[in-house]
């Protein structure tokens, strides 16, 4: 494969970066260098079986990172926010993928991002707390906020990827209560949230790289359908075969949970729940279906992966 067909794809062996390695693989019009920390996983020898390079490097080293970008044509980045929850930390992971990427003279760069939802809550709005470094979802507000400025002001040819909720989290959601009932808990309200499948994460990512021209400096909604909590705990009963309850605890209550980031998940569903405007707002279904217009239905997603779910329930 040349040189100016290679996409180095970071987060390779993640939901993200797996989903557009395997799409990219499985179109022949690319080749994808794979980046992981750990090239004998599981998952990355599954990559490198279906034909992809896998390399190491992290976003912490910047000479590996080089190494990695070095004579790609494009690059998909993701960072691993999760794995530290440090807004401060995933600064510095981005501006060193900039410094690489500028070094290697990528001519297209996919950034997975967020919005920053203090664009859309007022600072003296009490709804929702402030979490640290004055962040309200820190997840989302770094990339949407600073992230993306250094992007835009990087001279990088970017498409700007604007993320929603994994139809994937879902797989894992279905919790058995003490009355037996198997039930979905989520604190969405009665609000429908924006979704997407992630392979058509990976499809995207495919078409836009097909069409530089119109996508790069552009924001792309990566999103396949609206579902309540309703909507989706029916989809989930219909493919489990058995019904599965929605009880939507309250954000405060979701918050208080003992697992770590649950007070920001909480305000993540709180901002998805009571500020559809902004974030419905910006994931123009017309949009995103034009670009992506084979999306895979909730119901389609869940029966494709019915097996996962069953482990899980």
Do not use: C
């Not at 929702?128 to 990088?156: C, I, Q």
């Amino acid at each position: 494969m040349p040189h100016d067909k290679v996409i180095t794809v970071l987060g390779a062996t993640g939901t993200q970066g797996g989903a557009v390695a395997r799409e990219l693989l499985s179109s022949g019009e690319f080749g994808v260098r794979a980046v992981t920390r750990n090239a004998r996983s599981a998952k990355a020898q599954a990559l490198a079986g279906l034909g992809a390079k896998v390399v190491e490097a992290s976003l912490t080293d910047g000479a590996s990172l080089r190494r990695a970008l070095d004579g790609a044509h494009g690059a998909f980045l993701v960072t691993p926010y999760w794995e530290h929850r440090s807004p401060a930390r995933e600064l510095t992971e981005v501006e060193t993928f900039i410094g690489a990427a500028r070094s290697a003279g990528l001519r297209h760069v996919l950034w997975s991002t967020l919005e920053d939802t203090r664009e859309a809550i007022k600072p003296e709005d009490p709804r929702m707390p402030f979490l640290e470094d004055g962040y309200r979802v820190p997840h989302f507000d770094v990339k949407g906020g600073r992230a993306d400025a250094l992007f835009a002001e990087s001279g990088l040819p970017v498409t700007y990827l604007l993320m929603s909720f994994y139809w994937d989290n879902l797989l894992t959601q279905p919790q058995r209560d003490p009355d037996g009932t198997l039930a979905l808990h989520l604190p969405l309200e009665d609000t429908p949230i924006a979704g997407v499948a992630s392979e058509d994460i990976g499809r995207v990512a495919h078409r836009v790289l097909q069409d530089p021209s119109s996508t790069i400096g552009a924001t792309v909604p990566v999103v396949g359908e609206y579902r309540t909590g309703a909507e989706m705990a029916a989809a989930l009963s219909v493919a489990l075969g058995e019904r599965v309850a929605y009880r939507p605890p309250t954000a405060d209550q979701y918050r208080n949970l003992a697992f770590p980031g649950a007070e920001e998940l909480g305000n993540m569903f709180q901002y998805y729940a009571e500020f559809p405007e902004s974030y419905l707002g910006r994931r123009n279904l017309d949009a995103a279906h034009a670009i992506n217009p084979d999306w895979l239905t909730l119901p389609d997603f869940l029966a494709a992966h019915r097996i996962a779910i069953t482990a899980n329930s």
